[in-house]
């Protein structure tokens, strides 16, 4: 039988909702984008870009970016974001479970807010490691489970019903670091960064900011 091709990746509406919402809130989150790419060099690859929010924080040491995103409206705006970012980006289509580089031709890479949404976290982390030179660096900043019994349980319940559907695929009760240690990275220093800092909790309140080594001494 021959292989089905990978569905598409196209929430036009979840598109438009988050390249305002995530204008709205980069007050909050833009230092976290600074912390996140603060002393990275070399070359770069970020995964699932959306519209390019981070391309203004990477530090002049980057000698080039490589931004996959696979939904087209995303896409398009971070095509925009990259011609007004101080070091070069290419913005490619793809998707985090096969990304469409060679293996180990990177010296960092980045997921911000990205490993709630992929189809299979497993597979984009084995990805992750596989684009990465040996002793490569991943950062990361994402949100998950977190906040105690009830609102673990209330996380559960809106992965498995609304959520993923109005938000673009997004899962508010996966673990990211766990799924980062078990994919073979080494952990770095983690920070748990509340958002928003203050008020009430919402289930993407629970963030981690951190950075994870694919091991020196590795093969794949
Ligand atoms: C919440 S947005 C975050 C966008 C951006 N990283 C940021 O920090 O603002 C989630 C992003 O993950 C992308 N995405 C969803 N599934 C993906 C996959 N399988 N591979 C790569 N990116 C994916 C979405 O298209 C979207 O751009």
Same mark, same amino acid.
């Given at each position: 039988? #021959?292989?089905?091709?990978?569905? +598409?990746?196209?929430? @036009?509406?979840?598109?438009?909702?988050?390249?305002?919402?995530?204008?709205?809130?980069?007050?909050?989150?833009?230092?976290?984008? +600074? *912390?996140?790419?603060?002393? !990275?060099?070399?070359?770069?690859?970020?995964?699932?870009?959306?519209?390019? !929010?981070?391309?203004?924080?990477?530090?002049?040491?980057?000698?080039?970016?490589?931004?996959?995103? #696979?939904?087209?409206?995303?896409?398009?705006?971070?095509?925009?974001?990259?011609?007004?970012?101080?070091? @070069?980006?290419?913005?490619?289509?793809?998707?985090?479970?096969? !990304?469409?580089?060679?293996?180990?031709?990177?010296?960092?890479?980045?997921?911000?807010?990205?490993?709630?949404?992929?189809?299979?976290?497993?597979?984009?982390?084995? +990805?992750?490691?596989?684009?990465?030179? @040996?002793?490569?660096?991943?950062?990361?900043? +994402?949100?998950?489970?977190?906040?105690?019994?009830?609102?673990?349980?209330?996380?559960?319940?809106?992965?498995?019903?609304?959520?993923?559907?109005?938000?673009?695929?997004?899962?508010?009760?996966?673990?990211?670091?766990?799924?980062?240690?078990?994919?073979?990275?080494?952990?770095?220093?983690?920070?748990?960064? #509340?958002?928003?800092?203050?008020? #009430?909790?919402?289930?993407?309140?629970?963030?981690? !900011?951190?950075?994870?080594?694919?091991? *020196?001494?590795?093969?794949?």
């Amino acid at each position: 039988m #021959p292989a089905r091709a990978p569905r +598409e990746i196209h929430h @036009p509406l979840f598109a438009r909702f988050y390249a305002r919402f995530s204008l709205a809130t980069e007050g909050t989150v833009g230092p976290h984008r +600074e *912390a996140l790419l603060a002393g !990275l060099s070399g070359r770069v690859i970020e995964v699932g870009a959306g519209n390019g !929010l981070n391309f203004a924080h990477y530090p002049g040491t980057v000698s080039e970016v490589v931004a996959i995103e #696979p939904e087209r409206t995303l896409r398009r705006l971070a095509v925009n974001a990259a011609l007004r970012s101080g070091v @070069p980006v290419d913005v490619v289509p793809g998707s985090a479970e096969k !990304l469409p580089v060679k293996s180990e031709a990177f010296d960092a890479a980045v997921v911000s807010l990205v490993l709630c949404s992929v189809r299979d976290v497993e597979r984009s982390l084995a +990805e992750l490691r596989r684009v990465l030179r @040996p002793g490569g660096e991943l950062r990361f900043f +994402e949100h998950g489970r977190g906040g105690g019994r009830i609102m673990e349980a209330t996380q559960q319940a809106l992965d498995r019903t609304v959520w993923p559907w109005l938000f673009g695929g997004c899962h508010v009760g996966r673990d990211p670091v766990a799924a980062i240690r078990s994919a073979g990275f080494e952990l770095g220093p983690v920070r748990r960064v #509340p958002l928003p800092e203050r008020g #009430p909790r919402l289930p993407t309140s629970y963030c981690v !900011l951190g950075t994870a080594r694919r091991p *020196a001494d590795t093969k794949r």
